[in-house]
C-alpha cells in the first residue's frame, strides 16, 4: 500500500523561517515510511486467490506472516512430504491456523505419480467452508497446487482450456502435460452437492 507524501511544493520567500526555531519533524508520507509500509505486506511467491475464501502460493516465509495474517486464515493446505518448518508451526499456533498435510511427492516426469485419492481428500478440505479463509500451498505454487486448483475447476465447470489456461499461467516454462493429464481425467462424480460458495464460479 503506498501513501502519498505532502507537502513538496517551494516555500515562499515571504515566510521564511525563524533560525531559533527546532527542525520540523518528519513528514508522515516520506519514502522511508512508505518503503516500510509496504514490507509489512509481502504474499508468498505465486501468491493468487482462487475463489472466496481461497487462495493459492508457494511455500511462505516468516517474512509473509504480516500479509498472511491480514487474510485471516483459519486453514492452510500443505502439498510436500517434507516436514513443515518450526517457524511456520509456531506462526500457526500463535494465530490459531490449523494445518492439513497432504504428502504429495515433487518427482518430475515421467516418474510422477499424482495420488488421485490424496487430491479427493484435499479437495473435500477446500469444499469445507468452516475451513475458510483458507490456503493451498506446496513448494513454489504451480504442480501440486496447480493440480489440486485445477480439480477443484473442474468441480466448478470450467472447460479445460480455462483450466489449462490458468495451470500454465503459474507453472509457465515447466508446465507438465502428465499434470493436465491429470487434471483431464480426474473423476468429480463423487463429489455430489458443491457448496454454493463455489457455483459462481463457472468458467
Known sequence: MKVDGFGGG??????????TESPPAPEIGTEENEKDVEEMFVPPLNFAMVDNGVFRSGFPDPANFSFLQSLGLRSIIYLCPEPYPDSMNEFLKAKGIRLFQFAIDGGKEPFVNIPEETIREA?????????HPILIHCKRGKHRTGCLVGCLRKLQ?????????EYQRFAA?????SDQ????LFDVSCFKNLPTSFTGSMR
Open 123 to 131: 479437495l473435500q478440505v477446500v469444499l469445507d467452508v468452516r475451513n
Open 173 to 177: 516454462a515447466k508446465a507438465r502435460v
Open 181 to 184: 493429464r491429470f487434471m483431464e
Open 157 to 165: 465447470k470450467w472447460c479445460l482450456s480455462s483450466i489449462f489456461d
Open 10 to 19: 517551494e516555500i515562499c520567500a515571504a515566510a521564511e523561517a525563524n533560525t
